[in-house]
């Protein structure tokens, strides 16, 4: 089966500073990856998805993610973190191989952005 | 457009009653997803629909649950005799294709209670 592993269940970053948020995936052929961003009392919107075209995808609000098959990483990057970026963070997956459309999620990332 | 819509948006419910949860997908898509959120937790697969079938339940933790899109459109997700541990967020989420590449859409969920 397939799973995700998000290492780090808090990441704290001053306002302007580097975002690194890390996903591992475990399946024998590379899946097709999300990022997702949930805000409180919010459902959860798409910032990029990676679908086997560019290995560097970028999405929206200036997040990226590099797809690294080597590593089984898709980690989802920000050159500057602005305060607006604080929320839940959650990497997705979904099987290539069998067409089955369920995402498989991390446990999240909770992002905090101080001043 | 309007997105993905839940009612209620708060459910409180007595151990052992029943409970009836509803999304309203974005009009025509044909993929509809129904997925559970532990506090603190990623969202977890429980369902999925591809216009009015049922292709994938077997992430329903237990008989007790049941879900039904019967026209293809409108989804309820039924919940008898809950339980305390039943307590989370109900998120549903469509898509417009059924391709396992396609972006799900996400509404803001329904939190339940059970005491």
């Known amino acids: 089966a397939q799973s995700v592993t998000q290492l780090g269940s808090h990441v704290s970053v001053s306002e302007g500073a580097l975002v690194l948020l890390r996903c591992n995936y475990s399946s024998s052929v590379p899946p097709y990856l999300f990022w997702y961003v949930q805000y409180p009392n919010q459902g959860l919107q798409l910032l990029l998805k990676?679908?086997?075209?560019?290995?560097l995808v970028k999405g929206i609000n200036g997040f990226e993610a590099e797809f690294k098959k080597s590593e089984t990483s898709f980690h989802l990057t920000k050159p500057s973190a602005h305060m607006s970026d604080a929320a839940e963070y959650f990497c997705a997956v979904s099987d290539r191989e069998t067409g089955f459309q369920k995402l498989v999620f991390g446990t999240g990332t909770r992002l905090l952005v101080s001043p | 457009g309007a997105g993905v819509s839940q009612s209620p948006r708060y459910k409180v419910a007595k151990r052992g009653q029943d409970v009836a949860l509803r999304c309203d997908p974005i009009s025509g898509h044909v993929s509809l997803f129904w997925y559970q959120q532990a506090l603190g937790q990623g969202p977890e697969f429980l369902t999925y629909?591809?216009?009015?079938?049922?292709?994938?339940k077997s992430g329903l933790p237990s008989d007790r649950f049941f879900a039904e899109r019967p026209e293809g459109s409108v989804s309820t997700l039924k919940i008898q005799r809950t339980q305390q541990e039943d307590s989370a967020v109900y998120l549903c989420a469509s898509s417009s294709g059924a391709g396992s590449w396609e972006t799900q859409y996400f509404g803001p969920g329904t939190r339940l209670l059970v005491l």
């Open positions: 990676y679908t086997s075209a560019a290995t």
């Open positions: 629909f591809q216009n009015e079938a049922q292709l994938d």
